[in-house]
């Protein structure tokens, strides 16, 4: 709305409530008709005030065009049209000409109200719609201002700091005043790591405190660790916590690495100066597991096996302190999850099993089944698909299936309410797509219920994953969920004998995993899911006769393991996918009449997988006990 003042003024603020008088006095019309636009502050008080009405209807009289914005700061927007009861309209009835029953005003109110948008966030979207500029623009804005404020607070702060600590030498008096400047620094690096952070983390703005971040390290590289109070240690291992979360946000795993090894060091310094401090020892916990998380990224799984047993035993000391506090017991239960993931990826199912299920233990003792803790019962769903994927390999199919559902219950009962958190959505869509393809791992032996109740889950949970990916279409985890689906609910229709619809639910995969947006899927996840997209091809060509192209398919899919000479130990994926291939290969040559050529290929899948089906998940057994079957059939024949 032309160029953008320094501050919006004047603003004309009526205060009058005219009991008495029937008219609108002389200097509220005359505001009102100098005025650009008109602010209504909502609440029970002013929908029940005729002069907030009668100021309403004048402005639209006068000006038409011109916009109305509306403030709640108390009461229920729509309660009258809603027919709610309970709470007292806060919209004038000026306002609500016009609406009908569930109709959103235009514009939407700014709620300043607690449970709302807050004071700030609503100031900001009054002050967007005054300028006529989109509310992320001024988010931007103020959050630059700010950025840029504390960063020269915390410049001066820290020059200020190192000023009087040479001053110090001379004046006793001095050293005061420089301490004074130290808790001041401090206090704004304590803003930095708490308020500011919890404001900018939520918009996945973090990096605006990279800047802020390497000031506050070089102010803490000055001084004598030995020297540094708890509270001021911890504050140095947050900011090096932090810095690293920025810096592995945008790629350099190196340098974030190297930021949390600096904290590991100095907090375990600290810690062998009071082994017995609960701070000290939480503070080090924190670094323990920072370390061995970036460890694992860099392909050093001992390394990150090591330092997450540390953070156990830390977590285990401070449960050992304080059996009853809360938080000391969460970490000790996120420390038994992270370790139990260790093990289920090197492969050692009981050591995994036994840390996941004290895990659930210790987070279903702190979950009130009566309130919903999002963050709990989120970790509590996590922690059943870890049980699911450990049991499916060590109890079976049926194991995997009850974990499943009991993850699923979670996010139905539990965690309905948050209907817009889309990452609560798509890790419901993903345990659903589990359940799913547990239940067809039998294969070609999956009864027709199975198929059915399959493919019924995996129709349903596609529309939603395509809404997902319409919401952003660059987020690259929405869309392998997405992708992942509709190739679940192709293998169910070629099971179904289903070839068009088996097509129909594959050309929907395939244009996901097409999309320009997952060439920066990391090269792994990539490269199984165009794997599984080619076996289902070759699956859906067999199905329709046509075996020369599917064995095409299936000699570059052998092409592509080949690459990796690791692929056996991916027992849910590389074993999978050779098994699966194979036996395509082996039906479409025994469908052309080559039963001789059939029985190698299935002996192969046999004599090849046989030393690791004790790490194999449900799909890739089932693949694998198809072929072990007819080999031992074809012997039986001789």
Not at 23 to 47: F, G, K, W
């Amino acid at each position: 709305m032309g160029c953008v003042p320094k501050r919006l003024a004047p603003i004309f603020r009526d205060r009058e409530e005219l009991s008495v008088a029937e008219n609108l006095s002389e200097a509220v019309q005359t505001a009102l008709a100098n005025s650009d636009c008109l602010i209504i502050l909502c609440s029970p008080a002013s929908a029940k005030s005729k002069w907030v009405n009668k100021e309403i209807l004048t402005f639209r009289e006068l000006y038409p065009d011109r916009p109305i914005f509306t403030a709640i700061i108390g009461g229920e927007p729509l309660a009258s049209l809603n027919g709610n009861q309970n709470g007292e309209e806060c919209f004038p009835p000026a306002l609500l000409e016009g609406c009908s029953q569930g109709e959103v005003l235009e514009p939407l109110a700014a709620d300043f109200r607690s449970e709302g948008d807050g004071f700030r966030l609503a100031l900001v979207k009054l002050v967007a719609g005054m300028l006529g500029l989109g509310l992320n623009e001024i988010i931007q804005r103020d959050l630059q201002r700010r950025q840029r404020r504390v960063t020269v607070i915390t410049t001066a702060s820290l020059c200020l700091s190192l000023i009087m600590g040479a001053l110090a030498l001379s004046a006793l008096s001095a050293q005061s005043e420089a301490e004074q400047r130290r808790a001041e620094a401090e206090g704004l690096i304590e803003f930095m790591l708490t308020d500011l952070k919890d404001r900018l983390e939520p918009v996945g703005r973090l990096d605006v405190l990279d800047a802020v971040g390497e000031q506050v390290i070089e102010y803490y590289s000055g001084q004598n660790l030995g020297d540094l109070s708890a509270d001021s240690l911890g504050r140095r291992s947050r900011a090096f916590h932090l810095l690293g979360r920025i810096e592995s946000a945008s790629g350099d795993l190196e340098s974030a690495f190297q930021r949390f090894s600096s904290s590991y060091e100095s907090t375990l310094q600290h810690l062998s100066q009071a082994p017995d401090d609960p701070d000290r020892i939480y503070e080090h916990s924190q670094s323990a597991f920072w370390v061995g998380e970036f460890a694992g990224h860099q392909g050093r799984p001992e390394d990150r096996e090591r330092y997450w047993v540390e953070y156990k035993e830390l977590a285990d000391q401070l449960v050992a302190i304080d059996p009853t506090n809360v938080e000391w017991l969460t970490e000790s239960a996120y420390s038994y999850t992270n370790l139990g993931v260790v093990y289920l990826r090197s492969f050692r199912f009981q050591e995994a099993m036994d840390f996941l299920n004290t895990a659930l233990e210790i987070k279903l003792s702190l979950a009130d089944e009566n309130s919903v803790d999002q963050q709990k019962w989120v970790s509590i769903a996590t922690n059943y698909a870890w049980l699911a994927d450990t049991a499916e390999v060590l109890e079976g199919r049926q194991a995997a299936i009850e974990f499943r559902l009991k993850q699923i219950s979670v996010y139905e009962d539990q965690l309905a309410e948050f209907v817009d958190n889309w990452d609560i959505r798509r890790n419901a869509l993903t345990a659903e797509m589990a359940l799913a393809r547990l239940t067809i791992a039998e294969g070609q032996d999956s009864s027709e219920a199975d198929l059915a109740f399959a493919t019924a889950l995996l129709t349903s949970a596609s529309l939603e994953a395509d809404i997902l990916v319409e919401r952003d279409s660059a987020n690259t985890t929405w869309r392998t969920t997405a992708t992942g689906i509709y190739l679940w609910l192709a293998q169910a229709h070629v099971l179904a004998d289903d070839h068009e619809a088996a097509l129909r639910a594959f050309s929907a995969s395939s244009a996901h995993l097409s999309h320009i947006s997952m060439i920066t899927l990391e090269r792994r996840d990539l490269e199984y899911l165009r794997q599984k997209s080619a076996l289902l091809e070759a699956r859906i060509l067999a199905l329709a006769g046509h075996h020369a192209e599917a064995e095409e398919i299936i000699e570059n899919l052998f092409v592509s393991l080949s690459t990796n000479p690791d692929w056996t130990h991916q027992t849910n994926s590389g074993a999978y996918i050779f098994a699966g291939a194979s036996n395509v290969l082996a039906d479409s040559l025994l469908a052309q009449g080559n039963e001789t050529q059939a029985h190698s290929v299935r002996v192969r899948i046999v004599e090849t997988l046989l030393p690791v089906t004790n790490r194999m998940g449900a799909s890739a057994l089932a693949e694998f006990r198809q072929a072990e079957n007819l080999v031992q059939a074809d012997k039986e024949s001789e």
